[in-house]
């Protein structure tokens, strides 16, 4: 197969507004159609070379041996931007046999829903930390403390967990406990049980009772559907290990497979595909596209230092940035955390801005402290308005956002003053929901099901779930037959609709089709959350409980609740946007990986110690924000610097820094020689609105 000139000049019209790619470097990748890793500094267009290529691939589909394509990433946000960019154009890429996903949907998809189904007849059902950790809580409470021999699990894990950790509280034991409940892994081949990367109990060990119970709660937890993300990649490599013949017919389905993001995918994450794909026989083509500076994602809570990608030959790479100004490029370039020399002995990646604007403008430094904090967001839209910016091609495309490494706290101890960006930003607090398969309310499922796009078809799955969630606080199971053994599951949504369909126990397909119908629309397009909620209760309280055969208990009453609760959060996103005329959305770093921004404006938060960004990379010799060259050789160090690597590579205009002047008091004037643009929002500043630009 050959990628055609044709396609590529329509990708330049398409992705880079007409602008052409260049025939050293970004051209070659797109035509190579070999397996090889691709490397560049950011905003170099790797995304962008990434979706020129399988555009012109697509343009081949369908291929005629019956093969498709892979792309994979590791963020649902990098997924989605590449649905965006190309779902309108090549349908086709979206379709059987090709996927397009995150890797942890691709082995739950292929390898682990198949391999639960398989030893435990469920699908999965809740692939999600949070709903796992709550399980970890609820087990733990439920071990008995016994004073007698044999000791229970509980005693035994307060003495192993704890082994060494000198003298704490009782209370920081049990924490230690639930912790260890929460994150141990369980590999489920070599029945073995893993913490922070040490064997703990294993099958053959000294402490099998201990292991058996701990292998049967995870189990009991498999067989509900119950899974954490690292959960899925056992039972995976479990799939391979019993049902060889996968990765054949994997290899055989998918001829090309593209992984963007490839920094931030953990090792097991990497074997696994290795193992499918990176055969002596594969016929595949695997390309690898990443920056080893950014990668920023752990699974774990902790920020990466080392990836655990290691490229391998032949590696590609593309010089310059076309995201970044000189300005801003010149500025990033002093957070790279590892520059590599390439074979002449030269720096390798270099952050070379290329973009032009017709008024260049300096990067930011915005001074503030704890009392003028409040001033950022308006200080930020000053900026916007001031430059124009909203009135750019960029600006209207790719918007303004405010960013921080730390968003929220996970206590709620009181802080010292230490802040985060919930403490800056009120409405940031406020919207604490995320899109989730599960709630705990009726009233949640109906306003939170999907704040982006609320399509029909979101709606529709989320008053659906809400009607498997029911039947599984009611304990509502359905017989299924797995390997010629009779077994009962809980209900998914298709089991759902089915159940329906048979019209068992009196129910009434037809009108439940219509009604569901009428359900999606009221939320998705007339916003009627209060009114479906009261149709959707009294649909459960009547037809449906008859229908599944059950009385309705405390628990789904609770549920249900008495009357809707609004969520002030699905209005207020709306309303502030009316009114603010400029919408600027405020996220942590992690959630704009990948993202182009028009103007970014990064503010330090508290983690760890020491406590903020400059805190951590400024040194007596060297401080990147001066355009030295780092001096950070400490975990958090490390790790401010790629955030801040990550973060300021965002914008195509305007980058602030919003720094706490205490933090760089001494230093101002030697910021402003370096070329930063510096505003003080502190109460001696010497401005008309406080707000004063130091010249
Ligand atoms: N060859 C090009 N010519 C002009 N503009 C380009 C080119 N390649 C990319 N761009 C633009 O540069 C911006 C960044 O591109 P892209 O997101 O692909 O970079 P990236 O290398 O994937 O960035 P990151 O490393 O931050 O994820 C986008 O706005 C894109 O449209």
């Known amino acids: 197969m050959e990628i055609k000139e044709e396609h590529i000049r329509e990708t330049e019209r398409l992705l880079i507004n007409g602008n052409l790619f260049d025939t050293d470097e970004r051209v070659p990748f797109i035509k190579n159609l070999d397996s090889c890793d691709l490397l560049a500094v950011p905003g170099s ?3 962008t070379v990434l979706l020129a290529k399988l555009y012109c ?22 997924v989605n931007e590449i649905e965006k960019s190309l779902k309108k154009v090549v349908p086709i890429l979206f379709e059987y046999p090709n996927f397009v996903g995150t890797v942890q949907s691709f082995v739950n998809k292929f390898l682990a829903n198949p391999a639960c189904f398989l030893k435990y007849g469920s699908y999965i059902h809740q692939n999600d930390n949070d709903i796992y950790e709550k399980e970890a809580e609820k087990f733990y409470y439920s071990l008995p403390w016994k004073n007698t021999e044999p000791k229970g699990l509980r005693n035994k894990l307060f003495g192993k967990v704890n082994h060494g950790k000198g003298t704490i509280s009782p209370d920081e034991k049990q924490q230690n406990v639930i912790e260890f409940l929460k994150y141990f892994e369980l590999d489920i081949i070599e029945r073995k049980i893993k913490y922070n990367n040490k064997p703990f109990y294993t099958f053959n060990g000294t402490a099998q009772p201990y292991y058996l119970e701990l292998e049967q709660w995870k189990e009991d937890l498999f067989s509900k559907g119950i899974l954490n993300y690292r959960d899925s990649f056992y039972l995976g490599d479990w799939f391979i290990e019993n049902n060889p013949r996968i990765t054949s017919l994997l290899k055989k389905r998918f001829k090309y497979v593209f992984i963007d993001e490839m920094q931030d995918l953990e090792k097991y994450q990497i074997d696994i595909i290795d193992k499918i794909f990176y055969t002596p026989e594969s016929q595949s083509t695997i390309q690898r596209i990443g920056d080893i500076n950014q990668s920023i994602y ?4 902790k920020v990466k230092v080392e990836t655990d990608w290691q490229p ?4 590609m790479y593309l010089r310059d940035s076309y995201r970044l100004t000189k300005e801003n490029a010149d500025i990033v370039n002093f957070f790279t955390l590892d520059r590599q020399q390439d074979e002449n002995g030269n720096q390798r990646f270099v952050v070379n801005g290329k973009r032009e604007l017709v008024n260049a403008i300096k990067p930011h430094l915005i001074l503030f402290d704890k009392t003028t904090k409040g001033k ?16 750019t091609v960029e600006g209207k495309k790719y918007g303004f956002k405010i960013i921080g490494w730390s968003a929220k706290w996970e206590d709620e101890e009181n802080h010292d003053g230490k802040f985060r960006l919930e403490d800056i930003f009120e409405e940031y607090k406020k919207d604490n929901s995320s899109i989730k398969e599960t709630y705990t309310s009726l009233s949640e499922y109906l306003q939170y099901f999907d704040k982006n796009k609320r399509t029909l078809k979101a709606a529709r799955k989320a008053i659906l779930n809400a009607l498997i969630h029911i039947l599984r606080i009611e304990n509502k199971k359905h017989a299924v037959t797995v390997r010629r053994k009779d077994k009962e599951r809980y209900y998914t949504k298709k089991d759902l609709i089915k159940y329906i369909q048979e019209e068992k126990n009196g129910s009434n397909y037809e009108e439940f089709k219509s009604k569901l119908y009428k359900w999606s629309f009221d939320l998705a397009v007339k916003q009627k959350h209060e009114e479906v909620y009261h149709c959707i209760k009294d649909f459960i309280n009547s037809d449906f409980k008859e229908w599944f055969g059950f009385e309705i208990t405390n628990e789904t009453q609770n549920f249900i609740g008495r009357n809707f609760e609004k969520l002030i959060q699905v209005e207020d996103k709306q309303e502030n946007k009316q009114k603010e005329g400029i919408n600027i959305e405020i996220g942590t770093v992690h959630s704009v990986k990948g993202q182009t921004h028009c103007a970014t404006m990064y503010v330090e938060t508290a983690y760890q110690r020491p406590t903020y960004e400059t805190q951590k990379i400024i040194k007596n010799t060297s401080n990147p924000l001066l355009f030295h060259e780092h001096n950070c050789n400490g975990t958090y160090d490390k790790q401010a610097l790629k955030m801040m690597y990550v973060g300021f590579s ?14 760089v008091k001494d230093k101002i004037e030697n910021y402003k020689n370096a070329g930063w643009e510096i505003f003080d929002l502190t109460e001696n500043g010497n401005d008309k609105n406080n707000i004063n630009k130091l010249h």
Not at 60 to 77: A, Y
Not at 298 to 301: D, P, Q, V
Not at 379 to 385: P, T
């Open 298 to 301: 752990n699974s774990g809570k």
């Open 650 to 663: 965002r914008p195509t205009h305007l980058l602030c820094f919003a720094v706490l002047k205490e933090n």
């Open 376 to 391: 950022l967001k308006e200080k930020f839209k000053e900026l916007i308005k001031e430059n124009q910016l909203d009135q």
């Open 312 to 315: 391998r030959e032949p590696v």
């Open 45 to 47: 267009g790797k995304t």
């Open 57 to 78: 691939l697509a343009k081949h589909l369908p291929f005629k041996d019956g093969s498709g394509i892979l792309v994979l990433s590791h963020t649902n946000t990098a």
